[in-house]
């Protein structure tokens, strides 16, 4: 990798051999190993080792979870906060496993819809509960820096499992507690 961004660097008229360019290989290589994590960890592991069962039959919500990932259309961060609810159906997660799963799928190559569907399906097919909503709220800097540049635009996108989808008082619950500052 460190070659092709070598090569990158030639490719945008600069000389790689400068002293500021120097190291920016090196450090370009690490910082997408990092930013793509996500492609060497396995979600279903961790939501696995993280179940316990529980009688509690009330929404769980983890919201404000902040995200950082890149659209894979043009390789810039989209960045803002996810928030995962769900009803438990008999089995439940650590609350910090929510985060660390939205992390897992935030750190690959993205498009916000795919990412806020996949969430939604891990959890559902891992725990069965009898819900799951996901919605992600995010700002684009493929929009911003370039194209329609379309400054503080958000980008809102949700995908509502089971009772979530079928019973608006559940949906309704779900987008009122969000909103709440
Ligand atoms: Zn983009």
Redesign the pocket.
């Known amino acids: 990798m460190q070659n092709l961004i070598r090569g990158m660097l030639l490719e945008m008229g600069e000389n790689p051999d400068r002293e500021g360019l120097l190291k920016t290989p090196h450090r370009v290589k690490e910082m997408y190993q990092f930013l793509t994590a996500g492609y060497r960890e396995d979600p279903k592991a961790l939501i696995n080792e993280a179940i316990y069962e529980q009688k509690y039959d009330e929404m769980i919500l983890v919201k404000d979870i902040q995200i950082f990932s890149l659209?894979e259309?043009?390789l810039?961060p989209f960045f803002g906060r996810a928030h995962v609810a769900y009803l438990p159906g008999g089995k439940i997660i650590g609350l910090s496993k929510v985060a660390r799963l939205v992390d897992m799928f935030a750190r690959r190559l993205q498009i916000q819809e795919r990412m806020t569907v996949e969430i939604a399906q891990i959890i559902e097919e891992n725990l069965h509960p009898k819900g799951v909503a996901v919605v992600i709220e995010a700002q684009?800097l493929?929009m911003q820096m370039r194209g329609v540049e379309k400054q503080g635009s958000t980008v809102v996108t949700s995908e509502m499992l089971g009772r979530f989808r079928s019973d608006p008082r559940t949906r309704e619950e779900f987008m009122g507690l969000i909103r709440k500052v």
């Open positions: 659209c259309h043009h810039l684009h493929c």
